[in-house]
């Protein structure tokens, strides 16, 4: 995910935002009925929004695995929805958004010793943090119309998967592999927070970038990805909290199936993406970085293909 968090809709006049919602809420719906029909979906399963039960399992399941690990959340996310056919509804893009929440938690219940040993732990966190809010305030027209181009997100995928191939005969090299979080400098913090500021390019991966920028200021891979983490915190919360202001502001209103299904898809997130943040680092100490380029490179090469055949067409990605 970018670490903007914003809700891209567009319609004609501030005063019928509510009536386009409902418009493309209504739309969206009618033309997934039948394909909850052709899945024969009990009726507990079944909701009044375009998504159900399983496809909010499913984007969950995504977010939890890809948010932190290298390989651009946004990518996955945006093939994931299209192929269920939900990718332009309203709520759908609140939902990859929200659903941050638990990845959040995954962290803090995995590391909360360290958000309660050291004062300047959050100092370090914030000076990392304040390059988000700045250049995610001055850009975001720019990052809007970046948003809806497919194609930046796949050529983002590829180019990353390109650096990621060199990273282990590059900066590991350089790095010190004893060092901790608490090796972090606040000149260090505010580096990595400017790569972060990269990840609003989507498909750069706002883990990629900041665990890039980690090694950059001789962290260790582990180091650089467990403070990769604990920036994910306040940024993610930021994001998840804009988000729903957002769609609540131009007109968005959750019933009772979309909370249940919120609730559904953090949880499934929080634990999916406990054992991912396991599984990564053990993975990374042991093999590098490599394979998540080549990781990258292939679900980049995908986008495009699917881009070139049409397969995006008519899908409004503005808000992933």
């Known amino acids: 995910m970018t670490p903007t968090g914003r809700t891209h809709y567009t319609c004609c006049g501030g005063s019928n935002k509510s009536n386009f919602l409902a418009e493309k809420q209504s739309e969206t719906s009618i033309r997934h009925c039948n394909v909850e029909k052709s899945l024969k979906l009990p009726p507990f399963l079944r909701t009044s929004s375009s998504m159900n039960i399983i496809h909010a399992i499913i984007l969950a399941i995504i977010e939890g695995l890809t948010e932190f690990l290298p390989v651009s959340s946004t990518g996955h996310m945006i093939i994931g929805s299209t192929m269920m056919g939900i990718a332009s509804h309203p709520f759908v893009k609140v939902f990859t958004v929200a659903i941050q929440f638990g990845a959040i938690l995954s962290v803090l219940v995995l590391y909360w010793r360290r958000f309660f040993q050291d004062f300047n732990f959050y100092i ?78 989507p498909g750069v991966s706002r883990s990629a970038a900041t665990i890039i920028g980690g090694l950059t200021q001789g962290l260790s891979p582990k180091t650089a990805a467990e403070f990769s983490f604990f920036l994910a915190v306040p940024t993610m919360f930021a994001a998840t909290c804009k988000s729903l202001w957002d769609y609540v502001e131009e007109g968005g209103v959750f019933t009772s199936d979309d909370l249940m299904l919120l609730a559904v898809g953090n949880i499934i997130a929080f634990f999916v993406a406990m054992i991912a943040i396991r599984s990564f680092i053990g993975f990374l100490t042991k093999h590098g970085f490599k394979v998540f380029g080549y990781y990258r490179i292939a679900v980049g090469l995908i986008i495009l293909v699917l881009w070139a055949t049409g397969y995006f067409e008519g899908v409004e990605l503005g808000n992933f």
Do not use: C, W
Not at 128 to 147: H, N, Q, R, S, W
Not at 161 to 175: E, N, P, Q, S
């Open 124 to 201: 370090r966190l914030f000076v990392a943090f304040l390059p988000a809010v700045f250049f995610g305030l001055f850009l975001k027209k720019y990052i809007d119309a970046l948003l809806e181009n497919i194609v930046v997100v796949a050529v983002a995928l590829i180019a990353g998967g390109i650096v990621f191939l060199f990273l282990d005969g590059y900066f590991t090299k350089r790095a010190r592999y004893n060092t901790t979080v608490d090796d972090v400098s606040l000149p260090k913090a505010l580096n990595i927070g400017l790569f972060q500021v990269i990840s609003m390019i």
